[in-house]
């Protein structure tokens, strides 16, 4: 992958990491202000004020998911192995790059990866 091609690779996926860190971060500080205002709510408040918070902490899980594939990515940059399949070693098509800058798999292997196919996986 040349140069150019790169950097713009790595300031999608930088972008998207700020962006990441801040919504982790903002739902971080709700769940815990939630946790105060328990007290004063009513039961159909705290169910609701309950499947809220659950839903914010799944969502945090998955924003800190991305963020990891986000880290390695950029780790594969350094290592000049970025676009290349992480399972099958062909290129990564450039518009799925383009669509999930963090994708380790070519579309063939993250099928794969999805079914629980991929060598390594249990």
């Known amino acids: ?5 790169l ?6 996926l930088e972008e998207k990491k700020e962006s990441l860190v801040d919504a982790v971060q903002r739902n971080e500080a709700y769940g815990r202000e939630a946790n105060v205002e328990v007290e004063t709510m009513d039961t159909g408040d705290k ?3 309950s499947y809220t918070k659950e839903f914010m902490f799944s969502r945090s ?6 963020l990891k594939m986000i880290q390695d990515a950029m780790e ?8 290349e399949c ?3 070693g062909k290129p990564v098509e450039p518009k799925r790059l383009e669509a999930v800058p963090w994708t380790p798999y070519c579309i063939a292997c993250q099928e794969l990866e999805e079914q629980g196919l991929l060598a390594g996986d249990s």
């Open 76 to 83: 594969r940059m350094e290592e000049g192995t970025y676009g």
């Open 1 to 5: 992958m040349d140069a150019r091609k």
């Open 47 to 49: 169910a609701s004020s």
């Open 7 to 12: 950097k713009k690779f790595k300031e999608k």
């Open 86 to 88: 992480a399972n099958c």
């Open 61 to 66: 899980n998955t924003d800190r998911r991305v």
